[in-house]
Structures are given as C-alpha cells and as structure tokens.
C-alpha cells in the first residue's frame, strides 16, 4: 500500500482561485487588499520565502510591498518600520518574517503589531482570540501554518472529529497554535502535543490517526512509527547545502519509507508549505471583508 499524497500545490491552487474570485468582488465595493511584508536580514530562505508570498499576491490580484531592512537593522529601526506599516493606508495586513536575526526580541516585535493588520495571526490578541474562540464565535486571523494543515485534510476528507493527533513540536507558528485549533468545537480532535523532552515519542506516534511533525530534525519520524492508514503532514524543513557548490536540498522531519505504511502524506516539499502561503493570502481577503462589515 502506498499513501494517498495530500497535494499542497494543488489544493493552495484550489484555493488562490476561489480568494481571486472574491477579490475581484471586493475591488468592485472599492475594497483594495495589500499585503505588506518585513524581512530582517539577508537570509537565503527567507528571502524565498517572502518572493513566494509576493508572488502568490499577484497571482490572487492583490497589492503587495516589501521592505527589506539590512542584518544591520537595530531593534528601533525594525520598531519604526512596524509602526509605518501599522499607519499605511495601502497595507492592510503585514507579517514580520520569522526569524528575525540574533539580537531582536521576537515576541516584542510581534505585540506592535496592529491585531487588526496581523496576517500571520501571531498578534498575543489574536493567539488569546484562538483561545477564547473555543467557546465564543471571535473572529481573528488563524496562524497560517495551522489553518493550512487543517483546510489540507478537509479538502482531502481525512476525518477529525475524534480523531488522536499527535503533534510534535511546540513552536509558536506551528505545534502550540495547532493544538489549540485542533481542540476547538467543530474540529473536536483529541491533541497530544509532544516535544523534545517527551518520553517515548515513538509510542505516541504508534497511537496518532493523524501525525503532524513539525520540529525541523530530518527523517525523525520513521515508518515502524507509524499506524498503518494514519495521516502524516510533514511540515518540518531542514535545507542541507549542496556538495560543491550543487544545488541545496531540503529534508522534511518524516522518513520516505512513511509513505508505504500511512494513509495519508503530504509531501515536504509541495505539501503543507504552499498551504500555508494561501492561509496568508486567504487572511489578508477575510480581514478585507471584514472591514466592509465591522
Ligand atoms: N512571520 C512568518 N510567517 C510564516 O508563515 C513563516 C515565517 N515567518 N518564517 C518561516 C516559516 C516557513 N514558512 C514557509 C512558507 C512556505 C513554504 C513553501 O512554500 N515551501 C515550498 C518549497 C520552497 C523551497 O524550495 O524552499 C514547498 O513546501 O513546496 C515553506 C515555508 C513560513 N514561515
């Protein structure tokens, strides 16, 4: 048996064409979404990434700006972008790209965010609002990463509702946020969420209908981890330099042999990366919509 792949680029394509329709709607009650983003620094990856999200803009039809300050940027530099972004009249959401580099304190940048702006749903208003909703009906911008995974296995019909997914890794874009989506009313999923000081990982891989890796370790999860038909996303993201000079490699957190005992697997890449670029997108309409309404 061989898993059924949980196609990111197909569904993220899905989904850009749906968000384009609804933004062509939006710009006829003269509604223009743009998406703003901050890079720190001249890291290779995350310099890929924010061309992605540009690209994925234009593609859905809406504005986008890049400011892009020097390694050398200091912690006032980055604070007065923010708050420019923050009074921009053309941006409608931003995200700060992660990692900023040594030296800021990430969490504080992220509190100066206008809640009302943050695409990336990083806000500690729109974290709390990911609490509260248990409960309530507040509406806030989902972290992208968690709200991709989730629309990837809603799109392929892989059952939640009480369902065991065991999550490894507890960082703030990922694993902690996903718990708590997953937990929510409507979803009703039964979490464990691991780390790496949890005991015997592999026994609570063993026991996972749906696995979601996302600690960034190469290969962690192997195929004897596994439940046989379980669903695996592989969102952990390794890059490993090419031999002289060559073309560099990414490495997801899952074994390849995973995919001849689960269900399901996205792949890594073209898995859970391209959901999360349209998450942001699809943010950044929601907010615009919102706007007509609030
Ligand atoms: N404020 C903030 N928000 C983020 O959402 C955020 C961030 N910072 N920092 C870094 C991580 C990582 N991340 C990815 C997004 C898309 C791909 C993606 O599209 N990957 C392609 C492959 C791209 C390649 O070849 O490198 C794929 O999976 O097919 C990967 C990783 C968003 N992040």
Not at 256 to 271: I, M
Request: glycine share 10%; with cysteine.
């Amino acid at each position: 048996m061989t898993a059924i792949t949980l196609d990111g680029v197909a569904t993220a394509t899905a989904l850009k064409q749906e968000l384009r329709d609804r933004v062509v709607a939006l710009r006829a009650q003269g509604v223009v979404p743009g998406l703003a983003t901050l890079l720190v620094g001249d890291d290779p990856g995350s310099r890929l990434y924010v061309a992605g999200k540009h690209k994925d803009c234009a593609e859905v039809g809406i504005e986008s700006l890049r400011i892009d300050l020097p390694g050398s940027a200091t912690s006032a530099d980055v604070r007065a972008a923010i708050k420019d972004l923050n009074s921009s009249r053309e941006v409608t959401g931003y995200i700060i790209q992660l990692p900023l580099p040594v030296g800021h304190n990430e969490n504080a940048m992220l509190e100066l965010i206008d809640p009302a702006k943050d695409a990336d749903g990083l806000h500690p208003t729109n974290l709390g609002r990911l609490v509260l909703g248990i409960e309530g009906n507040l509406r806030s911008p989902l972290p992208c990463t968690p709200a991709g995974i989730v629309e990837l296995l809603r799109r392929y019909d892989v059952p939640i509702v009480g369902q065991k997914v065991v999550v490894v890794g507890r960082g703030l874009t990922v694993g902690r946020p996903l718990g708590l989506l997953f937990t929510r009313k409507g979803l009703d999923a039964t979490v464990t969420l691991t780390h790496s000081r949890t005991v015997d990982l592999a026994g609570e891989v063993r026991r996972a209908d749906i696995v979601v890796a996302a600690v960034g370790v190469p290969h962690l999860i192997e195929a004897d981890w596994v439940k046989p038909g379980a669903a695996v996303l592989d969102v952990g993201i390794t890059r490993v330099a090419g031999v002289d000079g060559g073309k560099s490699r990414l490495l997801g957190d899952v074994h390849p042999d995973v995919a001849s005992v689960a269900g399901y697997l996205s792949p890594n890449p073209r898995g859970v990366g391209p959901m999360t670029r349209a998450m942001l997108v699809s943010n950044v309409v929601k907010a615009a919509e919102q706007s007509l309404t609030a």
